[in-house]
């Protein structure tokens, strides 16, 4: 499982120009990609790498500082770039797999009482963000 981070001070998700999730204030924009050896462990780990990852201001983790996540399910993380000029996907989850692995991290921050804001699934999405810092990082499980 891969994540990109990005600290945050908005974000928004829109779908066919609708909202259909965001936050004002300080959080975390997190794009999650799956591969096909992931399963309920790396969704776990991943899910406490987020919450518990000091990226927030004052050295603080999302858990600590009740900061929101805006999770956006991303395949193309798993890009594969080496030959030629178009992008294979063949590294990324097919959606059956990839799609439950990324509600169980969205339940597991919650249980870490971290507010989760949901991208959909397999839609073509509009992502609008400020990002803090800049703070991003990539994080494999």
Not at 134 to 140: G, S, W
Request: with cysteine; charged share 25%; aromatic share 4%.
């Amino acid at each position: 499982m891969r994540a990109v981070i990005q600290r945050v001070t908005r974000a928004r998700c829109e779908v066919g120009g609708r909202e259909t999730a965001g936050f004002e204030g300080e959080g975390l924009v997190v794009l999650l990609g799956v591969t096909h050896d992931d399963g309920a462990a790396a969704a776990d780990t991943m899910a406490r790498k987020i919450a518990e990852l000091k990226l927030l201001r004052g050295d603080r983790g999302t858990g600590e500082a009740a900061a929101p996540v805006l999770l956006i399910s991303q395949f193309t993380l798993y890009a594969d770039t080496r030959k030629g000029r178009k992008p294979s996907w063949s590294k990324a989850a097919p959606a059956d797999q990839a799609a439950p692995l990324v509600e169980r991290v969205a339940v597991a921050l919650e249980a870490r009482g971290v507010a989760v804001a949901r991208g959909v699934f397999g839609a073509d999405m509009l992502i609008t963000l400020a990002n803090d810092g800049p703070v991003t990082l990539i994080v494999d499980t």
